[in-house]
């Protein structure tokens, strides 16, 4: 699948088309994505601002898919955890941008290599529109190579 029809195919996604949550970019190298969630009537809390759960779900699976991407096949790759720490009120067009660096991908590579398993954390913050901080988030994630059985040949 190309970074285009990820983007599209998860701006689309029910659970975050109805929650207004979009995917505005995915760069084609998988290194980068950055997400937007705007406040409205319809999708915001009692308080008027954003729902903390949908704060976690802009950040959810990017760093995963990123690194699945940017691995290629014989890997096993998966969200493993997830910390975050609100900070001020989210209001009016809230912005996360997930980047997996190169390099990154490359120490997994290694710390992988003989079977053992990569826990990797990454951050991000998601800011409003004036650039204030609203939350900080953690993501873990889970990678280890895929095990080939004898005689059966590798994807």
Not at 48 to 64: E, R
Not at 101 to 108: C, G, L, M, N, T
Not at 125 to 138: K, L, N, Q, T, W
């Amino acid at each position: 699948m190309t970074a285009k029809k990820m983007r599209l195919g998860m701006s689309l996604w029910p659970p975050y088309l109805g929650a207004g949550v979009r995917v505005t970019h995915i760069a084609d190298d998988w290194s980068s994505a950055t997400v937007t969630y705007r406040i409205s009537k319809l999708n915001r809390n009692y308080f008027g601002t954003a729902f903390g759960g949908t704060l976690s779900s802009m950040t959810d699976p990017f760093y995963a898919l990123l690194l699945m991407h940017q691995l290629g096949k014989g890997y096993v790759v998966w969200d493993a955890a997830g910390v975050i720490d609100y900070v001020s009120p989210g209001q009016g067009r809230l912005t996360a941008t997930m980047v997996v660096d190169p390099a990154v991908v490359e120490q997994i590579r290694v710390e992988t290599a003989s079977g053992h398993k990569s826990l990797t954390w990454f951050e991000t913050e998601i800011v409003d529109e004036s650039g204030s901080v609203v939350a900080r988030v953690r993501r873990q994630v889970y990678v280890r190579k895929t095990l080939v059985k004898p005689g059966v040949a590798a994807a």
